[in-house]
């Protein structure tokens, strides 16, 4: 008896700090973000460093998922391989021939020997956590991911969390415009940035956001609840699922600033991005609805056809704000045409690459390496201490090595949602949102470097890891065999 209770008890305290654990981690991932997308050395550290703890306390307790097993695996082995490469870029390998060749005239000006991959090594080893925390929060996400309701009360909690900063962000610029959070804002004073400093970094996370509450509030059509929420409030009527019309009323509430802020970045390429993820989002969300009606009853043909224009009133409402606050946004594009600066320095960028195709020249490096590239036909204006190319920078730094793990893992995902689109029924909203999510991720990363903001590279992995583990978990059918 007093081992059945010592089991019991063991099993109570095991339950409280996994519960404490699941919290921390969400906690972390969106406090993330509120430092500016803690760019600063400080806040990457303090971040990252949680997000260890977190995610290596959890995989102690709770061992190494079973269903997610294979995305586990293979994130832990690009982490590995891409951080051996990044410590073998640091090292002396002038007596191989493959150490840079601006070496020799450093050493001659400082008087020391040697040479490495890498033109600033205490630079690369330093940013190596900068690429190692997504993955560890990932990783961490599909440990605590074991069962679906912890995915989804995950991903709603994150949705939620982001609908929230986006909306109060909102309220904040437009009270107080020069303003994020308690800094005072000094770039793009007549953008929307929410808690970034750069419109397009906020245009990214709006963008992930309005991808997840869309979600979420069709997740509800699904269920019923935004239907009896529109009756509710066209007559007044109390509909059978009341329960969830709060949820419903506030997701709605939080999809109209959360658009609204989107259009006020006049990021072309943020807003152009998330417009293409939603069309694929909104229009594979239509097409398996209206495929599932060709077998239902006339009844509910009808009760179908009566949501879907309620739903259709709701987009067509949210692109109506979209239109009156993008404005400006399309005016810019019209203006301002293709950003001339930015294909003069990705052209300077890929000569860069040519000289070291297979090596790169050091993770991190680019502030200091790319200026001996840069082309004097490029406009002088600004320090390019980024390449606003997630795929050239990337390629720049680590070499070869970067377009095949990108691709591994990218391609790891897909076949992950895929397999969440082909056999999951009611879930399949979300493997849906996660390929949005990466279409929108994939194709504002040409443009800009969204993803190298620590605070939203931890947020997406977050992000990622419920979906993903959503779109694996077996179905009823599957485990009842």
């Given amino acids: 008896m007093s081992l059945t209770s010592e089991r019991s008890e063991n099993g109570a305290v095991q339950n409280r700090v996994e519960t404490a654990l699941f919290f921390a981690f969400i906690a972390i991932s969106v406090a993330g973000l509120l430092p500016r997308g803690s760019v600063s050395v400080e806040g990457t550290n303090i971040f990252a460093s949680l997000t260890f703890v977190v995610a290596s306390g959890a995989a102690i307790l709770l061992g190494v998922p079973q269903r ?5 695996r293979l994130a832990l082995s690009i982490l ?22 601006g070496w020799p005239d450093a050493n001659a000006a400082s008087g020391r020997s040697g040479g490495a991959i890498s033109v600033a090594r205490a630079d690369s080893f330093s940013v190596l956590i900068h690429i190692a925390a997504p993955f560890v929060a990932f990783m961490g996400g599909l440990v605590l991911c074991r069962y679906e309701e912890r995915a989804s009360t995950m991903l709603q909690a994150l949705a939620i969390s982001a609908g929230v900063i986006a909306t109060l962000s909102l309220v904040q610029y437009l009270l107080f ?25 906020a245009a990214t996370f709006l963008g992930f956001t309005t991808i997840l509450l869309t979600g979420l509030l069709w997740q509800s059509e699904q269920e019923g609840t935004l239907t009896a929420l529109l009756r509710r409030l066209i007559d007044g009527k109390p509909g059978r699922k009341a329960r969830g019309m709060g949820q419903a009323a506030l997701l709605f509430c939080l999809l109209v600033p959360t658009v609204t802020g989107l259009m006020l970045t006049q990021s072309r390429a943020g807003i152009a991005s998330t417009f293409v993820a939603m069309l694929f989002f909104l229009t594979y969300l239509a097409a398996t609805r209206q495929q599932a009606s060709r077998y239902a009853s006339p009844a509910s043909s009808r009760q179908t056809r009566s949501r879907l224009i309620a739903i259709a009133a709701v987009i067509a409402g949210l692109l109506l704000i979209g239109l009156v606050f993008s404005g400006r946004a399309m005016l810019r594009a019209e203006v301002g045409g ?17 000289d070291y195709p297979l ?12 200026p001996a590239y840069r082309s004097a036909e490029c406009s002088f204006e600004g320090v390019w201490d980024r390449a ?6 990337g390629t720049l730094g680590l070499g070869a090595i970067f377009l095949v793990c990108l691709t ?74």
């Fill in 408 to 481: 591994i893992a990218v391609g790891a995902l897909m076949k992950s949602f895929m397999t969440g689109l082909r056999e999951r029924r009611k879930a399949r909203i979300y493997p849906a949102m996660g390929i949005a999510i990466l279409i929108l991720a994939l194709l504002h990363s040409a443009l800009d470097f969204s993803l190298q903001l620590p605070g939203l590279a931890l947020f997406f992995a977050a992000l990622l890891a419920p979906l993903a583990s959503i779109s694996l978990a077996r179905t009823r059918r599957s485990r009842s065999h």
């Fill in 388 to 393: 606003h190319n997630f795929y050239l920078e």
């Fill in 177 to 201: 415009p020069n303003y994020l959070l308690f800094w005072e804002k000094r770039d793009y004073l007549r953008n929307f940035t929410a808690v970034f400093v750069n419109r397009n970094t």
């Fill in 338 to 354: 293709v950003d001339e600066s930015r294909l003069c320095v990705a052209v300077s960028i890929l000569r860069a690459i040519g």
């Fill in 80 to 101: 590995f391989v891409l951080s051996l490469w990044i410590v073998l870029q640091t090292v002396d390998l002038s007596f191989t021939g493959f150490a840079n060749p």
């Fill in 359 to 370: 090596t790169g020249m050091g993770f991190g490096t680019f502030e200091l390496g790319f």
């Fill in 68 to 72: 997610t097993y294979g995305l586990f």
